[in-house]
C-alpha cells in the first residue's frame, strides 16, 4: 500500500493522459480491494484496469464480482488518445481460477485446458476466440484510420516464458499481420522482461510488490518513437 501511495503522488504530480493498472492489484482475499482501491481512487488521472490471475484469488461467490469491483464494464475495451488506440485485453478469460466452480465458462476452459495437453502452468490464462476476433477487428479499424496501436495485457506473450498466455504464439501471429500495432506492455512476471520482433515492442514491468524499491513507469508517444 505505501508503495502504491508514492506511485499515485508521483503520477498526480504530472499531466498523464490516463494510468494503466497492469493487473493482480490484489494477492488475494475479497476484502483487500478495500485497501488498494481507495488509494488509487487518489489519481487525478482515470485508471484503467487490467485483470490479472491474482485478482480472482477470491472466494467463488466473489469471481464474476471482480470487473464490476474495478470499476470494469467489461472485461476487455479500448480506449483512444488523440491518433493512438489502447486495447485492454483479458488474458484471464479461458482460465482455471477465473471463473465460478461449475460454471460454463469454467468447464470450457478445463477442456481447452486439457485439448492443449494438461500441462501448461495453471496460474496463467488465455484468450478466447470472441476476444480474439476483436482483437483483429481493432487492429483493422487502427490500420484504417492510421493510428497506432499499444495492447495491455496481465500476461505477456513474447518473449515466450513460462509466464506466457496460453496462446501467446497466435496472439503475437495476429499482431504481427498488423502494422499499426506499437508495443504490447504487461505485468505478471515479476521478473520484468523486453522483447522486440517485427517492430513490436514488448515490455514486461517488474512487479511492484516483489522489489526493494518500487516498480512504475511514464510512457511518451511520439510520431517516431516511444
Avoid at 464474476?64 to 484471464?92: A, C, E, H, M
Wanted: glycine residues 8%; charged residues 25%; contains cysteine.
Amino acid at each position: 500500500p505505501k508503495k502504491l501511495e508514492d506511485c499515485i503522488t508521483d503520477f498526480n504530480g504530472q499531466t498523464l493522459a490516463h494510468v494503466v493498472h497492469l493487473g493482480d492489484f490484489i494477492d488475494r482475499d475479497w476484502k483487500s480491494f478495500d485497501v488498494v482501491l481507495p488509494i488509487a481512487e487518489k489519481s487525478k488521472a482515470h485508471i484503467y484496469h487490467v485483470l490479472g490471475n491474482h485478482d480472482f484469488s477470491v472466494e467463488d461467490r466473489y469471481k464474476n464480482q471482480v470487473p464490476k469491483r474495478l470499476g470494469l464494464k467489461k472485461r476487455y475495451y479500448d480506449v483512444k488518445v488523440g491518433s493512438w488506440r489502447f486495447l485492454i485485453l483479458d488474458t484471464n478469460d479461458v482460465s482455471l481460477y477465473a471463473h465460478p466452480a461449475g460454471s460454463r465458462k469454467a468447464k470450457k476452459s478445463a477442456a481447452i485446458y486439457e485439448a492443449l495437453g494438461g500441462d501448461l502452468p495453471k496460474y496463467n490464462g488465455g484468450i478466447g476466440e470472441a476476444q480474439m476476433k476483436w482483437i483483429e477487428k481493432q487492429l483493422t479499424q487502427a490500420t484504417k484510420r492510421g493510428e497506432r496501436v499499444v495492447l495491455h495485457s496481465h500476461h505477456p506473450v513474447y518473449p515466450f516464458t513460462n509466464h506466457s498466455a496460453w496462446n501467446a504464439k497466435e496472439v503475437v501471429n495476429l499482431l504481427e499481420q498488423h502494422s499499426c500495432v506499437a508495443a504490447f506492455i504487461n505485468g505478471h512476471n515479476h521478473r520484468g522482461a523486453y522483447g522486440f520482433k517485427k517492430g513490436i515492442h514488448y515490455l514486461t514491468l517488474k512487479g511492484m510488490v516483489d522489489t526493494e524499491e518500487t516498480s512504475y513507469a511514464t510512457v511518451s508517444v511520439f510520431p517516431t518513437r516511444i
